[in-house]
């Protein structure tokens, strides 16, 4: 992996989620005693025929005990010509998917980040990071969400059939643009390799690609944290 990230990030990804803000605010709330919900919100990746806007936002539910905390996000695809918003949920196993998950127990200890990274060179396909972890674990892995906004189509994935423990989504294959690059390894590993992978999770070595990334991230005044709900624990 990189070691030369210039944000925190948990696996050290090209594509940083907010971490810096998920462990200040889960050390300021337990200092001062405070539970409840605290947001983020991306800047909005726009697409490059500046039809579309993608944005996440990630929602942090600080409780009296720490390891009880979680860490959700829903991923937003708005049309920017009719204002349409369409909320995508990614399949990965700990995703927030009210339908699926309606005992918020389940929640408890969960990280669930999804932020977008990229959309393909004609604007038709996004691609998000999920980054997904437990709460005090070494436990940390990313998968990719795939939507297509013409087809109406959303994939999850990642290496499938490869020995490892951790995965960092690079972002789209220059090589095989229809693929998402990963890096994949053990824990403890010098050497990780290089992964393509398509959307039915079939992975093949990627020696001699590289990963390439579209689309302009641009900031507004509701990027980074907003309101939040407090109360004394």
């Known amino acids: 992996m990189s070691q030369h990230s210039v944000q925190v990030d948990p696996l050290d990804s090209p594509h940083p ?3 810096s803000w998920v462990l200040a ?3 300021a709330s337990h200092s001062s005693q405070l539970t409840g919900t605290y947001c983020y919100r991306t800047p909005s990746l726009i697409s490059p025929d500046q039809d579309y806007a993608a944005y996440s936002r990630i929602q942090l539910q600080v409780a009296a005990d720490y390891f009880s905390s ?6 937003f695809l708005e049309n920017l010509r009719t204002g349409d918003l369409q909320a995508i949920t990614p399949s990965s196993p700990l995703a927030n998917n009210p339908f699926l998950n309606p005992d918020q127990n389940e929640l408890q200890g969960r990280i669930s980040i999804v932020i977008p990274i990229s959309w393909t060179e004609a604007g038709d396909r996004l691609l998000a990071r999920e980054f997904e ?4 674990s070494d436990v940390a892995s990313d998968y990719g969400v795939i939507a297509d906004r ?15 423990t951790n995965a960092v989504l690079l972002g789209w294959s220059q090589l095989h643009p229809e693929r998402v690059l990963f890096q994949a390894g053990m824990l403890g590993d010098e050497h990780w390799q290089q992964w393509s992978v398509d959307v039915t999770g079939h992975t093949t070595l990627a020696r001699g690609d590289r990963p390439v990334t579209f689309g302009q991230a641009i900031n507004s005044i509701w990027t980074g944290p ?5 109360k004394q624990a």
Do not use: K
């Not at 189509?153 to 059939?161: G, I, K, L, Q, S």
């Open 17 to 19: 989620i907010p971490w």
């Open 25 to 27: 605010t889960l050390s």
């Open 70 to 75: 979680a860490v959700t996000s829903v991923l």
């Open 133 to 136: 972890s437990l709460l005090g």
């Open 150 to 164: 013409r087809r109406n189509r959303v994939h999850t994935v990642a290496p499938t059939r490869i020995r490892y």
């Open 226 to 230: 907003q309101m939040q709900d407090q």
